[in-house]
C-alpha cells in the first residue's frame, strides 16, 4: 500500500529539517520563546489599549445581512512557553438570526476559545486574537468587527447584545452577592436610566421565565444555598434580561445530572423562541446538538473539518472524524455491544503537521492525506467538509461502511 | 471489501505503532523532579536567591580559611592601630547677658581601636579593635549553622508528631493539636528572652553552651508550624483513593504514615522549611542583638548591630557605619536569599498560579 | 452558630489554662538563686523586703520544688491572677496591673497608626500587582514586599536614625519628649505636636516591616479569585475592568482580608518590643524588655499572660468575623 512507507519518508525529512516534535525544551529555548512572546504580546496589548478609536475603523459590512455573527478566517493563539498554540485556526462560520448554531469537538479542539473570542474574552495576555475578523449585527442594522473594537465599546455589546452562560454553575456565580445583586447589576449596567425598582422586577420576571417556583425567594438568595440545576437556570435568567441577540451556551448542561440536562436544554430552546434570539451551543455531546441545533460545526484541533445543517451532518456525514463521532454515540437499536471509539490522540497543538491533523488516527487515509492539509469541498450551499477524501463529491459510501461494523 | 479494510487497519495500526516509537524516541521523559527543577529556575527571582545564599555561604564558610590562609588570624585577633581622634563637643548655655552661647571643645585623642576602613582592614575594625570583616564571617557561620539545625529538628520533631496526629486522628491527634495550640499562643520573643535571659544568668552553664540551650528553645518555640502542615496535609491524602488501595494490601500503619503519606507532604515541607530558615536567622540575630545570644567575644551579626544602638551614645550610629550596616546588609540578603528561593520552589511545586 | 462558638470559647479557654501553666513552668525552672540575684538591688533599695523575696519564691514556687508544692503554688498564683491581681513588679515598685494598663495606651497608639497605614497602602498595592501579574510593578512590589519582611527591625531602625535623625537632623532620634525644650504648662497642642513628632520613625519602622506582607496576601489572595469562573461571569456581563476588580474579586479577597486583620486587632495592644527599645518609647514593650533583663518575674508572667490572652482574643475575633463575611458560612 505504501502509506507506511509515506510515513516514514515524512518522519524522515522532518529529521533532516531538524523539525522536532519534542515537547522536551532547555531552559534556553523556553527563555527566548517568552521573550518572543512577551514582544508579540505587547504589540497586541498596545493595540487592544488604543482609547478614542474612531468608529469608521472597527465598523463593517455583513457577507450576509440574515447572520448576527460572522466568523471569518479566525485565528486565536496562545503564546505559551512552551510554544505557540493554535487554539483556533482558520476558523470560518455565520451564525444566522434566529438559529441554533452547534459547535461539536472533543475537549481542547478550540470551540470555547472560538465563543471566548467573540466575546473578547480570550485569556490575555497570553491568548490573543492574531488575525482573521468576527463580524457583529446589531438590532439596528450596525455591523461591528469585534476583533478591531476598543475595549471600552465591547463592554456594551457583552451581556447586553450576546449573552455568555458556562459550564460550571456551581462556581460561575459569584459567591459573596445574593443572586438578585448579582441579577440586578446587568440591567442597571445596559439599561439606560434604569432605577433599582426596575432592575428588580426584571430579575424576577426573568426568574420566572426560566421556570424558577419562588422567584422571590431565590432572589434574596446566595447561590450556595441553591443546586446545580436553579444555578444554571438563575444564570441563564441573567443572561437573558437584556434580551440578547445571541447567547452563547458553553456546555451548559455538562456539569448536570441528566434528568437536569434535559430540562434545561427544554428552557433554552423556549427562550430563544420568546426573545427571537440566536443561540450559538458548545458541546461534546451530539444529543444536545440533535436535539437543540439547526446548524452544527464540527472542530476539530482548532479547524473546522465539516459543517452543515443538522440533517445533513447527521444522515450524511463526510469527514472520516465526524462519521467516527456519529459511531461513537450510543444507541439502542445496533446489536453491537461494543462502543465505537476513535483511536488515537489528537497531534501536539504546538506543533501542528503540515498535513492533515487527522491522518494519524484515520481509517481511510490515503497517500495524499500526508501531504497537504485538505480544503473545504463543498457539497451544498451548507454543507462542506475538510477532506481529500471528500473531493470528487464524497467517494465513500458511508453507508455502506455502517452495515459492515 | 473487508479483506482490503482489514489491510487498511493494519496499515493504520502499523503507523500508529511507529508513531509511538517516533514519540518515545522524540519525547524525552522527565522526571517530576526535573520538571520542578526547571520551573524553579525559570523564575528571577528563585535564581537571584540561590546567587544569594552561595555567596553568603562561601562568605561564611569559606572566607574564614582564606582569612587564616592569607593573613593568618582568625575572629578573635585584637589590632591595635594608633591614630588620633577628633573629638569636638558642643553644648548651648545662657550667658550672663542672657544670650545663648555655644561652647566648642576640641580634644584629640589617640585611639587604638575603631580603625577606618584600610586595605588591610576592608572594613575597618570594631570597638575592641577585632577585624570587621572577619567577624561577619564567622558571624555568618553562627548563624546558618544555628538556622539549619533548628530547622533540621523541628522538621523532624513535625513529621512526627503531625503524621501521629493527622493518621491516627481522636485522642492521639486531640492531645497533640492542643499542645501545638497552646505552644503557638506563647508569645514568642518574650518567651526566649526570658529563657535566654534564665540561662545566662545560670552561673553553672559555660557561656559557649548557652547557644546549644538557644538552638533547643528556638526549636521549641518552631516545630508547631510544620506539624499543622504535616497534619493537614496527610487529613486531606488520607481521603485519597491511593490510601483506600494501600490499607487494601494490608500494610502496617508506620509503613502507611511514613511511607506512603509523609513523601507527598515533601513539597511544603521544602518550601516552609526553606521559609522558616530566614525566620531563624532573624530571631536569633534579634536574641544577639540583645547581647541574649552568641555570648561575647564571639561574633553575631546581631550583636555587630547593637553596636550602634543610640542608647549606648551615638558615636557608632552617626560616625561609623562601616561597623553595623554591613552585618545589618547580610542578615536582609540572607533571609531574602532563603525567601525568594522558598517562594520559587512553591511556585515551581505548585505551578497552577503560574502561567 | 452558638454551639460553635461556645466550643471555640471553651477551647481558648482551655489554650489560656494550658499557657499559664506552661509560662508558670518556665519561671520554675530559674533556679532559687537567681530570684536572690535578682531581687537584692530591690532589697537594697528598700523597694522589697527579705519577707517579700521569701513570698516571692513561694509564690513561684521555687520554695518548695515537689509536685504537690508547685501544684499548689501554681493554684494560688491563678487564683490571685483570677481576681485580676498579677502580683507586685519589683522594677517598677507598682503593682504589675497598674504598670500594663499605663503604658499599653502609647504602644496601641504607634501600633494602630501603623496597622492603618499597612491596610491603606499594603491593600491597594497588593491589588494593582495582582491586576498587573508579571509586571514590572508586580516585581518591583513583591520585592519590596519581601525587603520589608527580611529586614531586621533594629537595623532599619539604625539606618533611618543615621539618616533622618542624625545626618538630616529632621526627626528626633529617640524618646517622646524633647528634653531641652520646655513648654508652658496649657501648650496642650504644641506638647502633642513635638510627641505626634517623635512617634513619625518609630511608626515608620513599624509600617515598613508589616506592610510587605500584608501586600503579598492581598496580592495571592486576589490571583486566585482572578482566576475563578465567576470573574469570567462578571466580564462577560460588560461590567467594566474596575467594577469586575474592586467589586467582584475584591469583595471575596475581602473575606480572607477581614478575617486576618481583625484577628491582627488585639494584638496591637502587645506593645513592639524591639522597635520601642531602640527609640525609647515608654510603650509596653520597652516595659517589658527592660522587667525580663532586669528579671521581674511578676512582670515577666503578667506579661506573657497578657499577651497569650491577646493572642487568643485575636484568634477568636477572626474566627467570628469569618462568620460574618463569608455567606457561605452559615449563621443558624
New interface residues.
Given amino acids: 500500500m505504501g502509506l507506511l512507507d509515506k510515513w516514514r519518508q515524512i518522519k524522515q525529512a522532518e529529521a533532516e529539517q531538524g523539525i522536532d516534535h519534542t515537547m522536551y525544551l532547555t531552559l534556553k529555548e523556553e527563555r527566548r520563546i517568552s521573550r518572543e512572546n512577551n514582544r508579540i504580546i505587547r504589540q497586541f496589548e498596545r493595540e487592544k489599549n488604543r482609547k478614542n478609536v474612531p468608529e469608521e475603523e472597527y465598523l463593517t459590512k455583513m457577507r450576509d445581512p440574515n447572520n448576527v455573527v460572522e466568523f471569518e478566517n479566525l485565528h486565536t493563539y496562545f503564546f505559551t512557553d512552551v510554544g505557540t498554540v493554535k487554539s483556533v485556526n482558520g476558523v470560518t462560520f455565520d451564525i444566522p438570526q434566529g438559529k441554533v448554531v452547534g459547535v461539536v469537538g472533543e475537549s481542547g479542539c478550540g470551540k470555547s476559545v472560538t465563543s471566548l473570542s467573540l466575546m473578547q474574552l480570550v485569556q490575555a495576555p497570553q491568548g490573543q486574537i492574531v488575525s482573521g475578523s468576527i463580524r457583529y449585527q446589531d438590532r439596528n442594522g450596525k455591523c461591528y468587527e469585534i476583533t478591531k473594537m476598543p475595549r471600552d465599546k465591547m463592554l456594551k455589546v457583552r451581556g447586553k447584545e450576546i449573552a455568555m452562560i458556562f459550564q460550571e454553575p456551581m462556581t460561575s456565580l459569584n459567591p459573596v452577592f445574593k443572586i438578585g445583586e448579582q441579577m440586578d447589576e446587568v440591567v442597571l449596567l445596559h439599561e439606560e436610566d434604569a432605577t433599582p425598582k426596575m432592575a428588580r422586577e426584571r430579575s424576577l420576571e426573568m426568574l420566572n421565565l426560566v421556570g424558577i417556583a419562588d422567584p422571590q425567594k431565590v432572589y434574596n438568595n446566595y447561590p450556595h444555598e441553591l443546586s446545580g440545576g436553579m444555578r444554571q437556570r438563575v444564570m441563564i435568567a441573567m443572561a437573558l434580561s437584556c434580551t440578547p441577540r445571541l447567547i452563547i451556551a458553553d456546555e451548559p448542561t455538562t456539569a448536570l445530572d441528566v434528568t437536569i440536562q434535559a430540562q434545561i436544554l427544554e428552557l433554552l430552546r423556549d427562550v430563544k423562541n420568546k426573545i427571537n434570539g440566536s443561540i450559538m451551543l458548545i458541546t461534546h455531546d451530539l444529543g444536545v446538538i440533535a436535539e437543540m441545533a439547526d446548524y452544527v460545526v464540527v472542530m476539530y484541533a482548532g479547524r473546522i473539518i465539516e459543517k452543515g445543517t443538522v440533517r445533513e451532518i447527521f444522515h450524511n456525514p463526510k469527514h472520516p472524524y465526524t462519521i467516527g463521532l456519529m459511531r461513537s454515540k450510543p444507541s439502542g437499536k445496533t446489536k453491537d455491544n461494543r462502543l465505537y471509539s476513535i483511536k488515537g490522540q489528537v497531534p501536539n497543538p504546538i506543533n501542528m503537521p503540515n498535513h492533515c491533523y487527522f491522518f494519524n488516527r484515520c481509517d481511510r487515509a490515503i497517500e495524499i492525506c500526508a501531504e497537504e492539509y485538505p480544503e473545504m469541498v463543498q457539497f451544498t450551499d451548507t454543507h462542506s467538509a475538510a477532506c481529500h477524501l471528500c473531493r470528487n463529491g464524497g467517494l465513500m459510501d458511508t453507508n455502506s461502511t455502517k452495515e459492515q461494523r | 471489501?473487508?479483506e482490503k479494510?482489514k489491510?487498511?487497519?493494519q496499515?493504520?495500526?502499523?503507523?500508529?505503532q511507529?508513531?509511538r516509537d517516533?514519540y518515545e524516541q522524540?519525547?524525552?521523559v522527565?522526571s517530576p523532579g526535573r520538571m520542578v527543577a526547571?520551573r524553579f529556575?525559570?523564575s528571577k527571582?528563585s535564581i537571584a536567591g540561590l546567587y544569594m545564599i552561595i555567596f553568603v555561604f562561601l562568605f561564611s564558610f569559606v572566607g574564614p580559611l582564606i582569612v587564616d590562609v592569607t593573613w593568618g588570624y582568625e575572629e578573635l585577633e585584637v589590632f591595635k592601630i594608633e591614630r588620633i581622634d577628633d573629638m569636638v563637643s558642643t553644648a548651648d548655655f545662657k550667658g550672663p547677658d542672657g544670650k545663648i552661647y555655644t561652647y566648642y571643645d576640641k580634644s584629640q585623642t589617640l585611639v587604638y581601636f575603631k580603625a577606618p576602613p584600610s586595605a588591610e582592614h576592608w572594613l575597618g575594625t570594631d570597638t575592641s579593635g577585632f577585624d570587621i570583616l572577619t567577624r561577619l564571617m564567622y558571624g555568618g557561620r553562627i548563624s546558618l549553622t544555628i538556622s539549619f539545625i533548628v530547622i533540621f529538628l523541628e522538621t523532624i520533631i513535625g513529621v512526627i508528631l503531625g503524621g501521629l496526629a493527622g493518621y491516627f486522628g481522636k485522642w492521639v491527634d486531640q492531645l497533640i493539636m492542643?499542645?501545638v495550640?497552646?505552644?503557638a499562643?506563647?508569645?514568642g520573643?518574650?518567651?526566649l528572652?526570658?529563657?535566654s535571659?534564665?540561662i545566662k544568668?545560670?552561673d553553672t552553664i559555660p557561656a559557649e553552651h548557652r547557644i546549644y540551650y538557644m538552638m533547643a528553645f528556638l526549636t521549641l518555640m518552631g516545630w508547631t508550624g510544620v506539624t499543622r502542615i504535616v497534619r493537614g496535609q496527610i487529613l486531606m491524602l488520607r481521603e485519597q483513593e491511593y490510601m483506600l488501595a494501600a490499607e487494601t494490601t494490608g500494610i502496617s500503619p508506620m509503613h502507611k504514615i511514613f511511607r506512603h503519606l509523609v513523601p507527598n507532604t515533601m513539597p511544603q515541607l521544602i518550601v516552609s522549611a526553606t521559609l522558616g530558615l530566614?525566620g531563624v536567622i532573624?530571631y536569633e540575630?534579634?536574641l544577639s542583638?540583645?547581647g541574649l545570644g552568641v555570648p561575647f567575644p564571639r561574633a553575631a551579626w546581631?550583636s555587630m548591630?547593637?553596636l550602634?544602638?543610640?542608647?549606648k551614645g551615638?558615636e557608632i550610629?552617626?560616625y561609623y557605619?562601616n561597623m553595623?550596616?554591613p552585618?545589618?546588609i547580610l542578615?536582609?540578603v540572607t533571609?531574602?536569599g532563603f525567601?525568594?528561593i522558598g517562594?520559587g520552589l512553591r511556585d515551581a511545586f505548585d505551578p497552577r498560579?503560574k502561567? | 452558630m452558638w454551639n460553635y462558638l461556645l466550643k471555640r470559647v471553651a477551647l481558648a479557654l482551655l489554650i489560656l489554662f494550658g499557657v499559664s501553666a506552661l509560662i508558670y513552668l518556665l519561671s520554675m525552672l530559674m533556679p532559687a538563686d537567681y530570684i536572690d540575684n535578682q531581687t537584692a538591688a530591690a532589697v537594697q533599695m528598700g523597694t522589697m523586703t527579705l519577707d517579700d523575696v521569701q513570698r516571692l519564691k513561694e509564690l513561684y514556687g521555687l520554695a518548695d520544688k515537689s509536685l504537690p508544692g508547685i501544684a499548689k503554688s501554681y493554684l494560688k498564683w491563678l487564683t490571685s491572677a483570677l481576681s485580676g491581681d498579677l502580683g507586685y513588679s519589683f522594677v517598677y515598685g507598682r503593682p504589675v496591673t497598674d504598670v500594663l494598663s499605663q503604658y499599653i495606651w502609647i504602644s496601641f497608639l504607634i501600633a494602630f497608626i501603623s496597622y492603618l497605614l499597612e491596610i491603606v497602602i499594603g491593600i491597594p498595592m497588593g491589588i494593582k500587582a495582582s491586576v498587573n501579574q508579571y509586571s514590572a510593578y508586580d516585581y518591583t512590589v513583591s520585592v519590596f514586599a519581601m525587603m520589608g519582611t527580611a529586614l531586621p527591625s533594629f537595623f532599619l531602625s539604625a539606618l533611618l536614625m543615621n539618616v533622618f535623625a542624625i545626618r538630616l537632623g529632621i526627626l528626633p532620634l529617640q524618646g517622646l519628649t524633647t528634653a531641652t525644650k520646655i513648654f508652658p504648662h496649657n501648650a496642650y497642642f504644641q506638647i502633642l505636636l513635638d510627641k505626634a513628632w517623635h512617634l513619625v520613625l518609630p511608626i515608620t519602622v513599624l509600617t515598613l516591616l508589616g506592610v510587605g506582607g500584608l501586600m503579598k496576601f492581598t496580592r495571592t489572595n486576589m490571583l486566585e479569585v482572578l482566576n475563578s469562573d465567576y470573574i469570567r461571569t462578571a466580564r462577560a456581563k460588560g461590567l467594566s475592568e474596575h467594577t469586575v476588580v474592586y467589586k467582584h474579586a475584591f469583595r471575596n479577597t475581602l473575606i480572607p482580608l477581614v478575617t486576618s486583620l481583625s484577628g491582627m486587632l488585639p494584638g496591637l495592644f502587645g506593645g513592639a518590643m524591639i522597635t520601642e527599645t531602640v527609640f525609647a518609647i515608654p510603650g509596653i514593650g520597652y516595659m517589658a524588655l527592660r522587667a525580663t533583663q532586669q528579671g521581674d518575674i511578676p512582670f515577666i508572667m503578667g506579661y506573657n499572660m497578657f499577651l497569650s490572652i491577646l493572642t487568643v482574643l485575636g484568634m477568636l475575633i477572626s474566627d467570628i468575623m469569618y462568620m460574618v463575611v463569608d455567606p457561605r458560612v452559615k449563621l443558624s
Fill in positions: 471489501m473487508i479494510e489491510a487498511a487497519e496499515t493504520i495500526s502499523n503507523i500508529n511507529e508513531a517516533g522524540h519525547f524525552k522527565i526547571k529556575f525559570k527571582l492542643r499542645i495550640d497552646i505552644l499562643c506563647l508569645p520573643l518574650p518567651i528572652l526570658v529563657l535571659a534564665t544568668s545560670i530566614g532573624l540575630s534579634t542583638y540583645l546581631g548591630i547593637a550602634a544602638d543610640p542608647s551615638q550610629l552617626a557605619p553595623w550596616v552585618a545589618g542578615i536582609v533571609v531574602l525567601s525568594f517562594d498560579m502561567r
